[in-house]
C-alpha cells in the first residue's frame, strides 16, 4: 500500500512527456479569445460599425506594444542565435527598408473602417481596462525571464485559425470595409505559423520538470487572460454601451 502511494506520488510529479505537455498547451485554445462574445458577434457581422472601429482603435494599442515587448525580450537574452530568430518579429511589426510591416498595415486596416490615422496614433480611444492589461504583459516580459516572456506568446498557436476567420467572414459581413484593410490578417497567416514553432520549441525545452511545465502554462493562461480581459472592456463599451466614468455626471 505505502509502495503504491510512492508510485503514484512519483506519477503526480512527474515530467509530462514533450508530446502531453505540448497536448496540454495546446488544450488552452478554449480560453483564447476567439471563443469570447465580442469575437463571436465580430465573426458573425453582428457588431455596428462603432464597435468595429473600437475594436481596431483599441487593439492597436496593442499592435504597437508587441515589438517593444520583443525588444524587451530580447534584451534579457543572451543566446545569439535566439535573438537573430526573435528580430524577425520586431521588424514583421516595424517594418523595415522598402517594406511595411503590421503597424502600417493596422493603420491601413483603421482606415479601411473609417478611421482616420492621427485618431489611432494619438491613442485617444484606448481604453482603460484595455491600455492596463497590455502594459502588464510588457511589464511581465520586461522583468520575466526571456524563455517565461517567450512562452507568454504561445497564444500564437491559435492565432492563424481567427486571422482565417476573418478574411474568410469579413468581406460578406461588411461589405463596407475596404479589403485593401485586410493585409495585416494574411501577413499574420505565415508569421504567426513561423514564430509559435520558434517559441513552442523554447517553452518545451526549457521546461522541463513538473513544477515548471505547469508555470508555463500558467503564463499562457496570464498571456489568455489579457486578450479576454481587453474584450471584456470592449463589451461594456461598445455593446452595453456603458463606457468608463459612463454614469459619472460633469
Not at 153 to 158: A, G, N, P, V
Request: proline residues 4%; negative net charge.
Amino acid at each position: 500500500m505505502n509502495g503504491d502511494k510512492f508510485i503514484m506520488g512519483l506519477d503526480k510529479d512527474s515530467p509530462w512527456s514533450r508530446e502531453e505537455f505540448e497536448q496540454r498547451l495546446r488544450a488552452k485554445e478554449k480560453y483564447y479569445h476567439i471563443n469570447h462574445p465580442f469575437q463571436v458577434m465580430m465573426n458573425r457581422g453582428e457588431l455596428e460599425k462603432p464597435a468595429i472601429q473600437g475594436w481596431v482603435a483599441n487593439r492597436f494599442y496593442y499592435q504597437t506594444s508587441i515589438p517593444v515587448k520583443d525588444a524587451a525580450i530580447m534584451a534579457n537574452c543572451r543566446d545569439r542565435e535566439v535573438r537573430r530568430h526573435w528580430i524577425k518579429r520586431i521588424s514583421d511589426h516595424d517594418g523595415g527598408e522598402g517594406e511595411d510591416g503590421g503597424i502600417e498595415a493596422w493603420l491601413q486596416l483603421g482606415e479601411a473602417v473609417g478611421l482616420e490615422r492621427d485618431e489611432l496614433l494619438s491613442e485617444q480611444h484606448v481604453l482603460p481596462g484595455v491600455r492596463f492589461p497590455i502594459d502588464a504583459y510588457y511589464n511581465f516580459a520586461r522583468s520575466a525571464t526571456w524563455q517565461e516572456a517567450a512562452c507568454s506568446s504561445l497564444t500564437e498557436l491559435f492565432a492563424p485559425k481567427i486571422h482565417q476567420k476573418r478574411l474568410d467572414n469579413w468581406p460578406e459581413v461588411y461589405p463596407w470595409i475596404d479589403v485593401t484593410g485586410y493585409t495585416y490578417f494574411r501577413k499574420r497567416l505565415s508569421e504567426a505559423r513561423r514564430d509559435v514553432e520558434h517559441g513552442l520549441q523554447i517553452t518545451l525545452d526549457y521546461f522541463q520538470t513538473r513544477s515548471e511545465q505547469e508555470r508555463a502554462l500558467g503564463i499562457l493562461q496570464f498571456k489568455l487572460d489579457i486578450l479576454w480581459t481587453m474584450l471584456d472592456a470592449m463589451w461594456m463599451a461598445y455593446i452595453e454601451n456603458k463606457p468608463p466614468f459612463y454614469c459619472v455626471n460633469d
